[in-house]
Antibody
Framework: QVQLQESGPGLVKPSQTLSLTCTVSGGSISSGSYYWNWIRQSAGKGLEWIGRLYTSGSINYNPSLKSRVTISVDTSKNQFSLKLRSVTAADTAVYYC??????????WGQGTLVTVSS | DIVMTQSPDSLAVSLGERATINCKSSQSVLYSPNNQNYLAWYQQKPGQPPELLIYWASIRQSGVPDRFSGSGSGTDFTLTISSLQAEDVAVYYCQQYYSTPLTFGGGTKVEIK
């Protein structure tokens, strides 16, 4: 049973960088044919896909965030990470990591609330 | 981007009655080479992450009760709860995974009448 857990600061100041890590257990992040996703949910914009990392290492980003986002992987720790630069209050959301196969996202982390405020 | 539009925003249904949620995509999510609709449905209860109910528009995820069913093709899709139970109170989302950026509908809140 795959499990994912987000971790990182719950409060980030405006203009700074939001950094989150997703730790995967119950399966290797570098095996199989899976996408490892970041998705966020805010009251104002609902569910928003941020980007994904494929097992092969290729990465896709949402064009609306692409200029500010970096997704990376640390296979030695079985983790993947999200960095979102120059944050504003609009980036306040619950951030989820998850796994999807060729279809939909079948595993989700519990989510972590990140608030952007001074 | 493919825009996903759900209706209604909310609905109240009596226990044991049918609930129907609609989802429309701004362009077809049917991939002709494999004849699959790249459409999923999720259920989200308060304080929890979304949970996958349906994928490929009509395939129930393992463990999902058979009162949940998905139908539709191309741009128009429906999630049906055949006999609403108290534990089905939640927000339901559709999502397309036909192309990036992956996009979600705005959600439909299902309550008990």
């Amino acid at each position: 049973q795959v499990q994912l857990q987000e971790s990182g600061p719950g409060l980030v100041k405006p203009s700074q960088t939001l950094s989150l890590t997703c730790t995967v257990s119950g399966g290797s992040i570098s095996s199989g044919s899976y996408y490892w996703n970041w998705i966020r949910q805010s009251a104002g914009k609902g569910l928003e896909w941020i980007g994904r990392l494929y097992t092969s290492g290729s990465i896709n980003y949402n064009p609306s965030l692409k200029s500010r986002v970096t997704i990376s992987v640390d296979t030695s720790k079985n983790q993947f990470s999200l960095k979102l630069r120059s944050v504003t209050a609009a980036d306040t959301a619950v951030y989820y990591c998850g796994r999807s196969g060729v279809s939909s996202q079948d595993y989700w982390g519990q989510g972590t609330l990140v608030t952007v405020s001074s | 981007d493919i825009v996903m539009t759900q209706s209604p925003d909310s609905l109240a249904v009596s226990l044991g009655e049918r609930a129907t949620i609609n989802c429309k995509s701004s362009q077809s999510v049917l991939y002709s080479p494999n004849n699959q609709n790249y459409l999923a449905w999720y259920q989200q209860k308060p304080g929890q992450p979304p949970e996958l109910l349906i994928y490929w528009a009509s395939i129930r995820q393992s463990g999902v009760p058979d009162r949940f069913s998905g139908s539709g093709s191309g741009t128009d899709f429906t999630l049906t709860i055949s006999s609403l139970q108290a534990e089905d109170v939640a927000v339901y989302y559709c999502q397309q995974y036909y192309s990036t950026p992956l996009t979600f509908g705005g959600g439909t809140k299902v309550e008990i009448k």
